[in-house]
C-alpha cells in the first residue's frame, strides 16, 4: 500500500516548485542580479531580526547545510561570512536560482534538490544545521529533526524556525481575522471590501474564494485552514508548534533554547505600522508568529 505521507509531499513539491518562496517580493525577471537584490531587501526590511537570530558572521569556518535554501537569500549571508556552505531543496525551481544567485554574486558554495527527511549525508558532516520556515511543511516533521540531529557532529548547532501556534498570527490573525474574513469572500462585493481593509492583493483573494466555493466542505476546518492561510492559497500543507511541543521534536539534542521573533505588523489593526521597533521586539518575544529553536547536539 501506498503512504498518504509520499502523496501529500509530492503535492507539498508541486506547490513550492510552482511558486518557489519569495519570488513574489521582487516585480523583475526572476535570476537576474536585481531580482535577488530585491528579494533580499524586502525580506532583512520586513525581518529584519533575521540577521540578529541566524548570527551569520558566527558560522565563519564552519560547515552548514541549509535545509530549505530557497533563493539562497539567507545562505549568500553565510557564503559571505565565510562558511563552507552546502544549500538542499525539496524543489528544483529552489536549487537553480539558488545556484544562479551563488554564481551572479561570485559565492562559493554547494546546492543539491534533497528530502529533509531522507537526507544523503554521511553522521556527523556539519557543524550548524540551519533551516528557516521550512520544516513545518514536510509531512514528518519530526523525522526531518532526527535527521539533522544524524548529520550534525557532536557539539554541532542546529538553528531551526517553526511557525509558533502561541502567536498573535496565528491565535488572532489566522483563527479569527482571516476566518472571520473568509465568509466575505463568496461575494464580489465582500473578496474588494477584503483587499481593501487588509491590501491583500486581488487575485490572492479570489484564489482563496475560489478553493472557498470548490473545497467548501474542507476548507474552514482549522488544519486545512492553517494550510491556505500561512503560505498562499493552494498551499497544502503548514503545521503550527507551541514551544512545548518543539520542546518534544528536539528532546535528543543537550541543549534547547527557544525564541519567538517576527509580529507580523500588517495584521495588527490600526496601530501595527505606528509601532517602534522596542515595542514590536518586545511584542514578539512574546507573541512572535516566527518561533526560533536554538539545539545544541
Not at 492553517?226 to 539534542?253: I, M
Request: contains cysteine; hydrophobic residues 40%.
Amino acid at each position: 500500500m501506498s503512504d498518504p505521507n509520499d502523496n501529500l509531499k509530492e503535492r507539498v513539491r508541486a506547490f513550492w516548485q510552482a511558486n518557489p518562496c519569495g519570488v513574489k517580493f521582487a516585480d523583475v525577471e526572476p535570476g537576474t542580479r536585481r531580482f535577488y537584490e530585491l528579494v533580499e531587501a524586502h525580506r532583512y526590511t520586513k525581518e529584519w531580526h533575521i540577521p540578529i537570530a541566524a548570527d551569520f558572521a558566527s558560522a565563519r569556518g564552519l560547515k552548514v547545510l541549509e535545509i530549505g535554501c530557497g533563493l539562497g537569500t539567507d545562505g549568500a549571508q553565510f557564503a559571505a561570512a565565510g562558511a563552507d556552505y552546502t544549500g538542499i531543496d525539496l524543489t528544483d525551481a529552489a536549487v537553480e536560482l539558488a545556484r544562479k544567485r551563488f554564481e551572479l554574486f561570485e559565492l562559493r558554495g554547494k546546492f543539491q534538490t534533497a528530502d529533509a527527511e531522507n537526507l544523503q549525508f554521511p553522521d556527523e558532516s556539519f557543524d550548524l544545521v540551519y533551516s528557516h520556515g521550512v520544516l513545518h511543511h514536510t509531512p514528518e516533521t519530526g523525522k526531518a529533526i532526527q535527521e539533522v540531529y544524524r548529520v550534525l557532529r557532536p557539539g554541532g548547532r542546529a538553528t531551526v524556525m517553526l511557525y509558533h501556534r502561541d502567536s498573535y498570527n496565528y491565535r488572532i490573525n489566522i483563527s479569527l481575522l482571516r476566518r472571520a474574513g473568509a465568509r466575505l469572500l463568496r461575494s464580489e462585493k465582500g473578496i474588494r471590501l477584503v483587499h481593501k481593509v487588509t491590501g491583500e492583493p486581488l487575485e490572492s483573494l479570489q484564489e482563496h474564494a475560489r478553493l472557498l466555493k470548490s473545497e467548501k466542505d474542507s476548507y474552514l476546518k482549522p488544519a486545512e485552514f492553517l494550510n491556505q492561510n500561512t503560505d498562499g492559497a493552494g498551499n497544502p500543507l503548514a503545521r503550527v508548534y507551541s514551544r512545548s511541543e518543539a520542546r518534544e521534536l528536539f528532546k535528543d539534542f543537550s541543549q534547547v533554547i527557544l525564541k519567538t521573533h517576527f509580529l507580523n505588523k500588517r495584521w495588527l489593526p490600526v496601530v501595527g505600522k505606528l509601532l517602534p521597533r522596542s515595542v514590536e521586539s518586545r511584542l514578539a518575544s512574546r507573541w512572535g508568529w516566527h518561533l526560533w529553536i536554538y539545539a545544541t547536539k
